[in-house]
């Protein structure tokens, strides 16, 4: 999983921060949007280790930080529940602009009840998740009990949540009275998959049967059991994120990976774009690349590193049998190998082009209990490995065009 820091403009203006997951070695077949739960931030453990687990499914992630909220601009006291649904369309929108439209939507507590919201508005959202989602707005104004009255008087009071003070206005409270969840969830039309813990103490499993009932199918439900309401145990976050990855792939366009098959021992398959080759070596899928300045993603190795690797992992297996053979005590053998062309050792002709030849450097460290006599010797096998006396042997590569099947 590679990560990569964003910055873009929310509806009022402000920077808002986030940051994009993208899986390794492929292109994401699909963008999930993510809403962190209340008084939360992009970078709250049950967000990454959901995000992480979802690129582990080829999906791309964008989570980010909330109006006021960890490093976004603005003023928290300032903002509201419909700003954060209005956040989430302007997060949408970099998607769309940059990398793809998002079509998953996953949301935790709050969160989860801006993302149905927020799904009514975005034609390519399909599928939205929710984890330990309230299914009416105005239940977090009981995190807010004992200040209330307080807000309702002076019209704004600082709220201890999670050890932290946010400064709530009396406006926070009369946008969450404006918002209906009960008359939007009927009418979304997406797929809806529902996560929630039985054991959870701030919102109550009740939130998510009252969800279950309103919604329309398809929809589906999920039991968190053990979770506390913020996943504060990894397994659970992980959980939760492979499931939503393997649900979703039901209801999103998803490009069927063709399998590779070969009467062969190797296959490597390209498609229309690009360098990324799928490659089959006997049960093994592995991924071929060129770099980024050469045009390609960088998705994997590319096809002399390959036979460097080869090379390289022949000599250290060579090495370590031979040495089991006579006994002697190898602890590990790493052997590191550059790919270049280079002026024979031997050449003549240096000043002419065409002089340089094929070079690979390697170069062994050896570890264990062994006298300098055998650490010659074990020098001497590296260059006995198979891999080395094919790419030293005259070699013939016969090639013929077959039918597609």
């Not at 080869?310 to 049998?321: D, H, K, N, R, V």
Request: hydrophobic content about 35%.
């Amino acid at each position: 999983m590679s990560t990569l820091k964003i910055t873009f403009k929310n509806k009022e203006g402000f920077d808002l921060k986030g940051s994009i997951e993208l899986p390794e070695n492929r292109t994401p077949h699909n963008f999930v949007l993510f809403a962190h739960c209340f008084t939360c931030n992009k970078n709250f453990l049950a967000v990454k280790n959901i995000s992480k687990a979802l690129t582990a499914k080829g999906f791309g992630v964008l989570r980010f930080d909330f109006t006021g909220l960890g490093e976004s601009e603005g003023e928290f006291a300032d903002s509201n529940f419909s700003g954060n649904v209005e956040d989430l369309i302007s997060a949408a929108a970099y998607l769309e602009e940059n990398y793809k439209a998002p079509s998953l939507l996953v949301g935790h507590s709050l969160g989860g009840a801006a993302v149905l919201f927020a799904s009514k508005l975005l034609q390519s959202v399909t599928a939205v998740a929710t984890i330990g989602a309230p299914s009416h707005i105005g239940h977090v104004k009981h995190l807010l009990k004992d200040n209330l009255d307080a807000i309702q008087e002076k019209g704004a009071s600082a709220v201890n949540i999670g050890g932290r003070n946010f400064n709530i206005k009396k406006q926070f409270l009369e946008d969450l009275e404006n918002k209906n969840l009960q008359e939007i969830i009927p009418e979304l039309n997406k797929s809806l998959l529902i996560l929630h813990s039985p054991q959870d103490t701030i919102v109550g499993v009740k939130n998510a049967e009252e969800i279950y009932v309103a919604a329309k199918h398809p929809k589906s439900f999920i039991s968190l059991d053990g979770a506390d309401h913020l996943l504060s145990n990894k397994k659970d976050s992980n959980y939760a994120g492979d499931i939503i990855g393997s649900w979703a792939y039901r209801y999103l366009d998803i490009p069927e990976q063709k399998e590779l098959k070969t009467n062969l021992d190797v296959v490597a398959h390209l498609g229309p774009e690009g360098f990324t080759t799928q490659i089959k070596a006997g049960r093994h899928n592995l991924i071929a690349d060129e770099p980024e300045h050469f045009g390609g993603n960088d998705f994997g190795p590319n096809p002399y590193e390959f036979v460097s690797a080869g090379l390289a992992a022949c000599t250290s297996m060579t090495i370590q049998m031979y040495a089991k053979r006579k006994g002697w005590v190898v602890d590990s053998v790493d052997t590191q190998v550059n790919y270049g062309k280079e002026y024979s050792l031997d050449c003549e002709k240096c000043e002419e082009e065409g002089t340089k030849i094929d070079t690979f450097n390697r170069e062994l460290i050896i570890k264990g209990d062994l006298d300098e006599k055998q650490r010659k010797r074990l020098l001497e096998i590296a260059n006995k490995c198979p891999v080395h006396k094919t790419l030293h042997s005259e070699t013939q590569i016969i090639t013929k065009l077959v039918d597609a099947k």
